[in-house]
């Protein structure tokens, strides 16, 4: 063999091993697209509050989830009586029974989790119950006549504050029944003291005053009456002294 044909023999030889080469390195100018991550809904929201409430008692709810992505997170409330606001709900329920909510957690990227429900029973606000009314002494001087230490007591079973008040207008009678003007019965809203002002007319014996007092009860440090207990009637014969 010539020198020249070994040469042309060698160089096909090289040619053809640089083109495995080639190959087997992947010689392309293409290149693969990454796989878009799939985003993961937030966990089912925890709902942490009261199971019992009353009505016209607002009962308040924490809510939270977690998302994967650590995404921002947005809640919907629903459920008749409840009013959701950021990480946070309300029942202001009206009615006595069983009161549910359910809550749903969205991420940015509108993925939302199972829905979470919690079971609130109700009960009856209830009115307050008078407990005591006892009755005034009278002091005073010829016939000028006003009660001291005259108190009525009433409870609220489900703890409210209570205010007390005196309805209709008073009537105010002599021992004739002749009607007395000038004579007035007021009651303190928040101790129930009850004040009577007023003089027995000259040559009567007496006045009768008759007035209804009512207790309600007011969510605790507000003056939101919630219901009112029913009147109680009471009648008081004031003697001239």
Not at 135 to 144: D, E, H, R, V
Not at 164 to 192: E, K, L, M, Q, R
């Amino acid at each position: 063999m010539t020198n020249n044909s070994f040469r042309n023999t060698m160089g096909l030889a090289s040619l053809s091993a640089l083109a495995l080469v080639m190959v087997a390195c992947g010689g392309s100018s293409s290149s693969s697209t990454p796989a878009t991550p799939t985003n993961a809904a937030p966990s089912a929201p925890v709902i942490v509050g009261p199971t019992t409430a009353i009505t016209l008692h607002p009962a308040f709810y924490a809510l939270s989830a977690v998302d994967p992505e650590g995404d921002p997170i947005t809640f919907t409330v629903t459920g008749t009586g409840f009013t959701g606001s950021g990480n946070s709900a309300t029942l202001n329920a009206t009615a006595a029974g069983a009161a549910t909510i359910t809550v749903v957690a969205k991420d940015s990227k509108n993925a939302s989790s199972a829905a979470s429900n919690l079971t609130v029973q109700v009960a009856a606000n209830r009115a307050p119950q008078f407990i005591s009314q006892p009755t005034g002494q009278l002091t005073g001087t010829s016939n000028t006549i006003a009660w001291t230490n005259f108190q009525v007591t009433a409870l609220d079973p489900d703890a409210d504050a209570v205010a007390y008040s005196i309805t209709g207008t008073p009537t105010f009678v002599d021992n004739t029944a002749a009607a007395v003007t000038g004579a007035t019965v007021a009651i303190n809203a928040t101790t129930g003291v009850v004040a009577f002002n007023g003089t027995v007319p000259s040559g009567k014996t007496s006045v009768t005053a008759t007035f209804t007092v009512q207790a309600v009860d007011k969510l605790p440090g507000t003056t939101t009456v919630l219901e009112a207990s029913a009147g109680t009637g009471k009648t008081y014969a004031i003697a001239a002294l």
